[in-house]
């Protein structure tokens, strides 16, 4: 055997060890690295059921968070992963490169990305995860990366394995930038690529189902935006449920009854994929996390 075979299978038992082995409490997730690029190390924070059973295999929700590609952290989704955790999925929340951190652009955010999506479902089976059944969402600049992976050709990293697939099979975006024209946001930090790296510029034929939460008074991201992308991928022939919210601002979706009201329609939506089974438990699950 050689040693990148030898190596490869000790990964492998390690992982499964420590999934087998370490019990998961909702607000506890397990950090595994799935990048490094210099001395930059990213994890993957994993959210598991808490009567996990490693003989199952579990449908996945891979999050991005905000932050303008700028900054933010993996927490910005910590209750919906606990949520969907608590539903019987494995939530992921995903570290990628920032600028305030690591001096990065938006494009190195998308192949951070698209290398996490990647790497689930090359591990699918360490991890537990059903590899077709992956969604991905995010919220502003993270949505714009789960919509970039669902739409965009290319922007891989260099040395990828691209016969797997980076491809979410349905995504979930709360108030995300997926314009990056003039008429949208981010046009001038991308150095004249905007339509390379802009999800409405790149909806084809066979774009996962999308579900979309948006405020009307949403001064970051144009509401024109979403009525486009909406149309689209109608177009294309794609499902797309579009959520407006009026007179809501950016990020109103992590507040107060927002909050509630958008995670109970992400759950429909994913009950409508069989991604999950059975009636929400939205309410009852955060009224006894109080």
């Given at each position: 055997m050689?040693?990148?075979?030898?190596?490869?299978?000790?990964?492998i038992?390690v992982?499964?060890?420590?999934y087998?082995q370490r019990?998961t409490?909702?607000n506890?997730?397990?950090?595994?690295?799935?990048?490094?690029?210099?001395?930059?190390?990213?994890?993957?924070?994993?959210?598991?059921?808490?009567?996990f059973?490693?003989?199952?295999?579990?449908?996945?929700?891979?999050?991005?968070?905000?932050?303008?590609?700028n900054?933010?952290?993996?927490?910005?989704?910590?209750?919906?992963?606990?949520?969907?955790?608590?539903?019987?999925?494995?939530?992921?929340?995903?570290?990628?490169?920032?600028?305030?951190?690591?001096?990065?652009?938006?494009?190195?955010?998308?192949?951070?990305?698209?290398?996490?999506?990647?790497?689930?479902?090359?591990h699918?089976?360490?991890?537990?995860?059903?590899?077709?059944?992956?969604?991905?969402?995010?919220?502003?600049?993270?949505?714009?990366?789960?919509?970039?992976?669902?739409?965009?050709v290319?922007?891989?990293?260099?040395?990828e394995?691209?016969?797997i697939?980076?491809?979410?099979?349905?995504?979930?975006?709360?108030?995300?930038?997926?314009d990056?024209?003039?008429?949208g946001y981010?046009?001038?930090?991308?150095?004249?690529?905007?339509?390379?790296?802009?999800?409405?510029h790149?909806?084809?034929k066979?774009a996962p189902?999308?579900?979309?939460?948006?405020?009307?008074?949403?001064?970051?991201t144009?509401?024109?935006?979403?009525?486009a992308?909406?149309?689209?991928?109608?177009?294309?022939?794609?499902?797309?449920?579009?959520?407006f919210?009026?007179?809501?601002?950016?990020?109103?979706?992590?507040?107060?009854?927002?909050?509630?009201?958008?995670?109970?329609?992400?759950?429909?939506?994913?009950?409508?994929?069989?991604?999950?089974?059975?009636?929400?438990?939205?309410?009852?699950?955060?009224?006894?996390?109080?």
């Open positions: 050689s040693f990148k075979n030898i190596f490869t299978s000790l990964f038992l992982i499964s060890f420590s087998g019990s409490v909702n506890k997730p397990i950090s595994i690295e799935y990048k490094v690029i210099d001395t930059i190390r990213l994890n993957l924070h994993v959210y598991r059921p808490e009567n059973d490693d003989s199952k295999t579990y449908n996945c929700m891979i999050f991005f968070h905000g932050g303008g590609w900054g933010g952290n993996f927490k910005a989704f910590q209750r919906q992963s606990q949520y969907l955790a608590a539903r019987g999925m494995v939530a992921i929340s995903v570290d990628y490169r920032l600028k305030n951190t690591h001096g990065t652009s938006p494009f190195e955010a998308v192949e951070d990305a698209k290398s996490a999506i990647r790497y689930v479902r090359k699918a089976k360490e991890l537990h995860v059903n590899p077709n059944k992956i969604a991905s969402g995010g919220g502003s600049a993270g949505g714009h990366l789960a919509a970039a992976c669902g739409n965009i290319g922007l891989e990293a260099a040395n394995n691209l016969s697939s980076s491809v979410p099979n349905a995504l979930v975006l709360f108030n995300p930038v997926y990056n024209s003039k008429n981010g046009y001038r930090v991308m150095n004249g690529r905007h339509l390379e790296i802009s999800p409405l790149n909806i084809t066979g189902p999308t579900l979309v939460f948006f405020g009307t008074k949403d001064k970051t144009p509401v024109s935006s979403s009525i992308y909406e149309k689209k991928m109608k177009e294309v022939g794609s499902r797309c449920d579009m959520h919210y009026e007179g809501q601002p950016h990020s109103f979706f992590n507040k107060g009854t927002f909050f509630i009201d958008t995670v109970e329609k992400m759950d429909a939506f994913l009950v409508s994929l069989n991604y999950l089974k059975g009636k929400s438990t939205v309410k009852e699950f955060f009224r006894n996390k109080k």
